[in-house]
């Protein structure tokens, strides 16, 4: 069961955080992996960590907020590897923003990341698997905040919110082609982005407390998940979050 022999695997923003320990899953069970993300420099590093595991890698460089890279992304790893097999949008970012002060244009560029990013990324690369009669597994890294307020990240939260619709949509609209479309929503993971909040005391104390796993997820609780959602064993289940987070959301 879960073996992953053959399957190519589309990770965005791949290159580090969540995306690398869902690229290291499947690597570990033997898919080929495409990373696609901006940093070629980190993009080679994590390619070399994969490639350690045995795995197959192709680094491309990607703006998922572009959709004219998007679609070259998908020829280049089509044509490198012959199919796409799973893809799992995880590019994306958080930044502050009080809805008191923020501008427009800084509510279009994170937007254009997070939700555009999976927007095109994931119906970009099934519209031409489904051609071919191909199976493929869809996931979108989501968050928790679809669940709780964020007051000083309200863009980033609508965002992330508008992800999980967009999950669900696509769920129902590719189930009747063998495709399956789900999310994650992590929790407290231990990322470069949450570097600020595990070297602060206080924040330690107050989301330890919590959390009933009582630490922070690392990313190599993602690695499990991501083989799952890539192989045979998950054909029927579509249309799903899935919370990695310690328990903090039904606590």
Known sequence: MFDLSGRTIVVTGGNGGIGLGLARGVARAGAQVAIWAR?????ERAK????????????????????QEILRAIETTSGHFGRIDACFANAG???????????????????SVNLAGSFFTLPCVAHPMISHGFAVRLLAVSSMVEHFASPMQTHYAASKAA???????????????????????????????????????????VLMKRTPARRWGETR???????????????????????????????
């Open 39 to 43: 940093n070629p420099e980190k993009s």
């Open 93 to 111: 970012y958080g930044a502050p923003g009080d809805p008191l002060t923020i501008s427009l244009e800084a509510c279009r560029v994170l937007m």
């Open 163 to 205: 992800v999980g619709s967009l999950v669900r949509s696509l769920a129902v609209r590719l189930a009747r082609y063998d495709i399956q479309v789900n999310s994650l929503e992590p929790g407290w993971i231990k990322t470069d982005a949450t570097a600020g909040a595990v070297n602060s005391s206080r924040m330690n104390e």
């Open 221 to 251: 609780d993602f690695e499990g998940i991501a083989v799952y959602l890539a192989a045979d064993e998950s054909a029927y289940h579509t249309g799903d979050a899935i919370r990695i987070d310690g328990g903090y959301t039904v606590f």
């Open 48 to 67: 070399g960590e994969l490639e350690a595991l045995g795995a197959k890698v192709l680094a491309l460089s990607c703006d998922v907020a572009n959709e």
